[in-house]
């Protein structure tokens, strides 16, 4: 199966910053990449498809201005956080289709 | 839009003891079902994966059932070990979207 890392593991940063996180496919060229948002005791909910050479696709309900990805190579998409506000506090994971679904170990965010 | 429901939310059960997780689907036309465990404030660990086409999969204690046709998935874990606490999320993928239920937590009691 696909090796998928991201960085950092966790981030704090101050409201108003933004925050840059990384998803990499380690073994594996991945055209199309995933982005998930997980809230405190609720599940996992799809925020974009990362696709390479292309714009990013956004799930209804998440604003392509704030959450910035940029799928710049085979092997690594990101994803920004601009302007963060206490409210986009939560984990952020990433995954890339091969076959199944492989995840990234998540990124925690919080804005104080 | 595919909703994805699991129950029972929370479970705990001694030792030993079976542990059945219930998943349901509204939209069918699936293209594999997955089970993961979730360990808190960590990632995502993959248990397993049934393609549309199959009705089981199994590996160690843990076995899975899928029917497409009624919208269902049962995760079964046999003689349950502390360890085994967790969250178990299972997600539907339509074209390798996932869609995730909110999840069953599991306590095995010692």
Redesign the interface.
């Given at each position: 199966?696909a090796v998928v890392s991201q960085h950092p593991s966790w981030v704090i940063c101050k409201s108003g910053t933004s925050v840059k996180i990384e998803c990499r496919s380690l073994d594996f060229q991945a055209t199309?990449m995933?982005w998930y948002r997980q809230f405190p005791k609720?599940?996992?909910?799809?925020m974009a498809?990362s696709n390479e050479g292309s714009k990013a696709t956004y799930e209804q309900g998440v604003e392509k201005d704030k959450f910035l990805i940029n799928h710049a190579s085979l092997t690594l998409s990101t994803l920004t956080v601009t302007s963060a506000h206490p409210e986009d506090s939560s984990f952020y994971?990433c995954?890339v289709?091969y076959?199944?679904?492989?995840?990234?170990?998540?990124t925690?965010l919080t804005v104080l | 839009k595919q909703e994805v429901t699991q129950i029972p939310a929370a479970l705990s059960v001694p030792e030993g003891e079976n542990l059945v997780l219930n998943c349901s689907f509204t939209d069918s036309a699936i293209y594999n079902l997955q089970w993961f465990r979730q360990d808190p404030g960590k990632g995502l660990t993959s248990l397993l994966l049934i393609q549309s086409s199959q009705r089981e999969q199994t590996s160690g204690r843990l076995n899975a059932s899928l029917d497409k046709s009624s919208g269902r998935s049962t995760l079964y874990i046999a003689a349950s070990q502390p360890g085994d606490s967790a969250t178990y999320l299972c997600a539907a993928a339509n074209d390798y979207k996932l869609s995730f239920g909110a999840g069953t937590t599991v306590t095995v009691r010692a």
């Open positions: 199966g199309t995933f609720q599940s996992l909910m799809l498809t994971i995954s289709p076959n199944e679904q492989f995840f990234g170990p998540g925690r | -």
